[in-house]
């Protein structure tokens, strides 16, 4: 496999959410490398959430396609990344970082309830027989 984009988010616009990755972890093979994410379409979000980054994430994390307009109309983000591959100052500038306050509305509670009132908090396990 070679070099790539973890996410090409075509988020409709007005849509609360996009991609929110979570405590994850991105490894990959030696001498791969790929950017975070990038814009299928606009109003594009994604966010990475206390994810362990090797440094197989380039320093820039991000890229815009060759759509500079598009940089206002994304929605990538950031908070408390840990590793090689999550280097804030080597971010591409046009990204912005959460505060404390901004991230806790990405709870799975938040980002996975709808209009049906579905909690995924209070999912019962199926018992086996």
């Not at 591959?85 to 938040?110: H, N």
């Amino acid at each position: 496999m070679g070099d790539g984009y973890i996410t090409a988010a075509s988020t409709p616009e007005g849509q609360a959410n996009g991609f929110v990755f979570t405590d994850c972890a991105i490894t990959g093979a030696k001498g791969v490398h790929t950017c975070l994410g990038r814009p299928w379409r606009e109003y594009a979000k994604t966010v990475f959430i206390r994810t362990d980054m090797s440094d197989v994430v380039r320093p820039e994390g991000w890229n815009d396609w060759d759509k500079p307009g598009g940089r206002k109309t994304t929605f990538y983000r950031e908070f408390g990344n840990t590793g090689p591959g999550s280097i804030r100052d080597a971010r591409a500038k046009w990204i912005k970082f959460f505060g404390t306050g901004e991230v806790a509305r990405y709870t799975p509670a938040i980002v996975l309830a709808g209009s049906d009132g579905w909690n995924p908090a209070k999912i019962r396990r199926s018992r086996r027989v």
